[in-house]
């Protein structure tokens, strides 16, 4: 029993990451609970697990004394000196428990531990596998997506390493369509509790994911040298992003880019082809405005003088339709990304109203 119990043991550990040390301290505790309710739920039983010799030993200690009171926990000298020719009132005797009592506790509540020691493992390991990702870029494989039939969400069930998630059809981004076995990036956007047990929130849309991205792709971002300053995203249509540089010798957005523009189309292909504008971060909150409207041309930035965060930007008449955006899309992430109300009008306008009335005939 003990080889086979051993092996079984090293099996778990090598197939789940499970160590073997945490299932033998899982499996003692639960054998000494066991056989425990057999001596008066007395705290003399012990179980000695050997891996290396590959021996357990369940046993009690019986204390020595002059007049037992308790007979599960004492025997008299004379009943010590059977089993110790040498003992003494005050000691303690260990007295193995023969393999009929407790052969059969020990195969059942090893079971019952193991596969309870199993779960509880899988989930501390999911656990600190979250919580060592929390906020990065990870790549994940996709185990199961539900698309079949009239009530199919598109959920999908992920493995990142030896952790599972799940990975609503609402994080994922409008284009995105898996399939088990395939390889997919994901952004662990947040560790929830429950229970002591952590479940990790995956996403594809969060502005966190587009900047992790950038960090993989651009050595500058990732040793510091650039700077992502903001982040506006609408998830699978268009993402804006503000970087500065702190070397004036480095162009943050030519470094972006990348040659030929490779870097920045590796982030665009992992997003499924959402569109990528970057712009270059000022103090100047003019230029900074006007830069984050591209790719739109901008003539005037006119701040309200109240410190409200209002502007009024002036366009020519042919950029108009450019700096507003389909649906208001380019203005709405121009103003996301810069924290300022943004009103667009064109230049033909700010003229007419600038103009003298006529004269009266």
């Given at each position: 029993?003990?080889?086979?119990?051993?092996?079984?043991?090293?099996?778990?550990?090598?197939?789940?990451?499970?160590?073997?040390?945490?299932?033998?301290?899982?499996?003692?505790?639960?054998?000494?609970?066991?056989?425990?309710?057999?001596?008066?739920?007395?705290?003399?039983?012990?179980?000695?697990?050997?891996?290396?010799?590959?021996?357990?030993?369940?046993?009690?200690?019986?204390?020595?004394?002059?007049?037992?009171?308790?007979?599960?926990?004492?025997?008299?000298?004379?009943?010590?000196?059977?089993?110790?020719?040498?003992?003494?009132?005050?000691?303690?005797?260990?007295?193995?428990?023969?393999?009929?009592?407790?052969?059969?506790?020990?195969?059942?509540?090893?079971?019952?531990?193991?596969?309870?020691?199993?779960?509880?493992?899988?989930?501390?390991?999911?656990?600190?596998?979250?919580?060592?990702?929390?906020?990065?870029?990870?790549?994940?494989?996709?185990?199961?997506?539900?698309?079949?039939?009239?009530?199919?969400?598109?959920?999908?069930?992920?493995?990142?390493?030896?952790?599972?998630?799940?990975?609503?059809?609402?994080?994922?981004?409008?284009?995105?369509?898996?399939?088990?076995?395939?390889?997919?990036?994901?952004?662990?956007?947040?560790?929830d509790e429950d229970g002591g047990v952590s479940y990790a929130n995956i996403s594809r849309r969060h502005p966190g994911f587009v900047k992790r991205l950038f960090e993989?792709?651009?050595?500058?971002?990732?040793?510091?040298?650039?700077?992502?300053?903001?982040?506006?995203?609408?998830?699978?249509?268009?993402?804006?992003?503000?970087?500065?540089?702190?070397?004036?010798?480095?162009?943050?957005?030519?470094?972006?880019?990348?040659?030929?523009?490779?870097?920045?189309?590796?982030?665009?292909?992992?997003?499924?082809?959402?569109?990528?504008?970057?712009?270059?971060?000022?103090?100047?909150?003019?230029?900074?405005?006007?830069?984050?409207?591209?790719p739109a041309q901008v003539l005037t930035v006119l701040p309200e003088p109240d410190g409200s965060r209002v502007c009024h930007v002036i366009v020519p008449d042919n950029q108009l339709s450019l700096a507003i955006g389909n649906k208001g899309q380019n203005v709405r992430l121009a103003?996301?990304?810069?924290?300022?109300?943004?009103?667009?009008?064109?230049?033909?306008?700010?003229?007419?109203?600038?103009?003298?009335?006529?004269?009266?005939?």
């Open positions: 029993m003990n080889k086979e119990f051993f092996e079984a043991v090293k099996m778990l550990e090598a197939e789940k990451g499970i160590s073997a040390e945490y299932l033998y301290e899982k499996i003692q505790a639960a054998i000494i609970s066991a056989t425990r309710n057999q001596y008066g739920n007395r705290d003399n039983v012990v179980c000695d697990i050997d891996p290396e010799k590959q021996t357990m030993r369940v046993y009690v200690n019986i204390a020595v004394v002059d007049e037992v009171v308790e007979p599960a926990a004492e025997m008299t000298l004379e009943q010590a000196r059977a089993y110790d020719k040498n003992a003494q009132v005050g000691d303690f005797i260990q007295i193995d428990l023969e393999p009929k009592e407790f052969g059969r506790i020990v195969a059942q509540t090893a079971k019952s531990v193991i596969r309870q020691g199993i779960r509880e493992a899988e989930r501390e390991l999911a656990s600190q596998e979250f919580k060592n990702r929390h906020q990065e870029v990870v790549t994940a494989t996709v185990v199961y997506v539900d698309d079949k039939g009239p009530d199919a969400t598109f959920d999908a069930t992920i493995e990142i390493g030896r952790a599972t998630a799940r990975f609503p059809r609402a994080d994922q981004l409008p284009n995105d369509h898996f399939k088990p076995g395939q390889l997919i990036k994901v952004y662990v956007a947040s560790i993989t792709e651009v050595p500058e971002i990732f040793d510091g040298t650039i700077e992502i300053v903001s982040v506006s995203r609408e998830p699978g249509s268009r993402t804006k992003i503000a970087v500065n540089s702190h070397d004036e010798n480095v162009d943050p957005v030519g470094a972006c880019i990348g040659p030929r523009g490779q870097r920045v189309n590796n982030v665009i292909d992992i997003l499924g082809g959402e569109k990528i504008d970057i712009v270059r971060f000022s103090e100047n909150n003019e230029e900074y405005i006007a830069a984050a409207l591209a103003a996301k990304l810069t924290g300022w109300k943004i009103d667009i009008k064109p230049l033909s306008s700010v003229q007419t109203a600038d103009a003298p009335a006529p004269e009266e005939q």
